[in-house]
């Protein structure tokens, strides 16, 4: 093997090593991400449910006649925040879905 020959493979290895270290590290967290989105799953679907359902409604004239408790946090009963967490979590999974199409692909 040539001298330049010789380098170009150490600079790949270097390179694919670093690669590898990536990979390692972005399927690691991922994991744990996955995992606490399983987790959250349940939380989800009962935030998308009670959002501007007829209970949903009705604690928002109840908060708004003040028979909730003063120091109950209630961003849920506004309709911004419910809803932009709910969008930000459906266009979070649309995005997994092109991601792991795309690393399919690449696989």
């Known amino acids: 093997m040539r001298e330049g020959s ?3 493979s150490a600079e790949r290895v270097a390179a694919m090593e670093q690669a590898l270290d990536q990979t390692c590290d972005a399927v690691d967290q991922m994991r744990d991400a996955v995992a606490e989105l399983v987790d959250a799953t349940d939380a ?7 959002y501007g359902s007829q209970e949903w409604y009705q604690d928002r004239k109840a908060d708004q006649r003040g028979k909730l408790p003063g120091d109950l946090r209630r961003g849920v009963l506004t309709e911004d925040v419910p809803y932009e967490a709910l969008v930000d979590a459906r266009e979070m999974a649309l995005g997994m879905l092109e991601v792991a199409t795309a690393l399919l692909r690449a696989l």
Request: net charge negative; proline share 0%; no cysteine.
């Open 6 to 8: 010789l380098m170009e």
């Open 44 to 50: 989800i679907r009962d935030l998308s449910a009670y």
